[in-house]
């Protein structure tokens, strides 16, 4: 057992952040005390992907397609994913209550600080403290060591966030972030509602989808898993006939469009095809693995076709799968969104 330095919590051997605060773990052989008693094994994620390797990011990511940096991508979730260990452990190994998440719904052991499935706190009074004088919502910034950094307050009408952003009074300052473009994204509060609208960014806006949740992709739909952004792009006039004349070209086999790995805005790498009964991708099992890319779940995500209609749905990752935006989006308290090398929590 690996003991925190910060909250002296006994977590497993192949932990990386702490279960209860999140805080980075020592090496085994760096512990200050190792617990005698065994404790079980710390249950797999979600469709048999191995989370003792889905690994939270160092920080030191290198950046990824379409220019966004990879530092931040659900790795930087080190709060979020320092939940998802053994549900049936508390700090004392004892057996603990469930308590709803007030976001999503979620039931989370009751040491859990912060909700295993978006990341909002349960701590109610945290979530009723206004940031700032006069602010209706909030985004709080995640550390890629999973702690929390600063809060910027959104006050009625529009808030236009981007690398030319001053500085709160954390000290921290978006204007470090070389991949959001100067106005990134405009956020609007309204009679209680939260729109994010992307200000023409480079890097775009990627919203984290609700695991094991479809979401009904089309031609250009672009998405984020680990380090990989991905681009499904339709397949048009399969076998069909232009002015009476047939379309040349190798036969379909049913294929309903590709996935397409984006290395820069005008260029793409490896293509994939994708059949009607679908696509799985992953770091270990599926159609599509990327076995270097440890932000990646061992079976992450899954491409289909319904009813004529294509869909993408996250298989319970560990990091998530993050949708870019198109124009605008409505938010919900506890989304995260990915801005740059920024990772935000809403909340209102």
Known sequence: MIVCTRCSNENQDHYKFCLVCGAPLPK?????????????AAEGEANGGSSGTDRPSSGNGKGDAEGLASTQMG??????????????????GASADRVPCPSCGTENPGHFRFCGNCGLSLNEEENKASPSAGARASLVLIRPDGTEGQTIG?????????????????????SDDLF???????FSLSEGELTVTDQNSLNGVYVRIDAKV???????????IGQEVLRYEAFQNLGG??????????PSKDYVGRVALVISPDTVGNAYCVPKDGLHFGRERGEV???DDGYVSGLHCRVYVENDSVFLM??????????????SHKLRPGDLLLMGQQLFRVQF
């Open 28 to 40: 085994a052989d760096e512990s200050p005390v190792k617990s005698t008693t065994d404790a079980p």
């Open 75 to 92: 790795s930087s979730q080190g709060k979020v994913e320092a939940t998802a260990g053994d549900p049936s452990q508390t700090a004392t």
């Open 154 to 174: 959104l006050e009625d009408g529009d808030t236009v966030l981007g690398r030319d952003s001053a500085s709160t009074s954390s000290g921290e300052s978006l």
């Open 180 to 186: 959001l473009s100067p106005k990134h994204a405009k």
């Open 214 to 224: 479809p979401y009904e992709i089309d031609d250009k739909t672009v998405f984020r």
């Open 241 to 250: 006939v232009v002015q009476g004349t047939k379309v040349l070209g190798s």
């Open 289 to 291: 693995v990327f076995p």
């Open 314 to 327: 996250d298989e319970g990752s560990s990091n998530g799968t993050f949708l870019k935006i198109r124009g």
